[in-house]
């Protein structure tokens, strides 16, 4: 992530991973593991960036960004984000969706005069 909070993300197209999360309960090492694997899928081949957002309601919408639909898999099937899976399921969800999308357009800018 770079310092605005936005992934700064190449030419599409790239695919995009949207983790949305319904948090409960304790933190319980939930925010160490999370920083954790921002910090693992950071290393792993095809990893673009992330931008992520937790409401103080516990909702919270991750986005990674990557290269390929191989370099997805190849997260998803690494062992300690595997374990990372499992404990939110039994101990930090109450409810999650994840999408997988390929970016075909993609464009921004800066914001206009007034705007918030």
């Keep these: 992530m770079s310092q605005s909070g936005f992934a700064s993300t190449p030419r ?3 695919y ?3 983790f949305t999360s319904q948090r409960q ?3 319980d090492g939930y925010g160490e593991t999370a920083q954790r694997m921002v910090e693992l899928a950071a290393t792993m081949p095809g990893y673009l960036g992330v931008e992520s957002v937790r409401g103080e309601d516990g909702l ?3 986005v990674s960004y990557w290269e390929s639909e191989e370099a997805i898999a190849n997260w998803r099937n690494h062992a300690e984000h595997a374990t990372a899976r499992a404990r939110g399921r039994e ?3 109450s409810r999650y ?3 997988v999308a390929k970016v ?3 464009y921004g800018g ?3 005069a007034g705007a918030q």
């Design 12 to 14: 599409p197209p790239y």
């Design 16 to 18: 995009a991973v949207i």
């Design 25 to 27: 309960g304790p933190d």
């Design 60 to 62: 919270g919408i991750t």
């Design 91 to 93: 101990a930090w969800y």
């Design 97 to 99: 969706e994840l999408r």
């Design 104 to 106: 075909e357009r993609a």
């Design 110 to 112: 800066p914001p206009k």
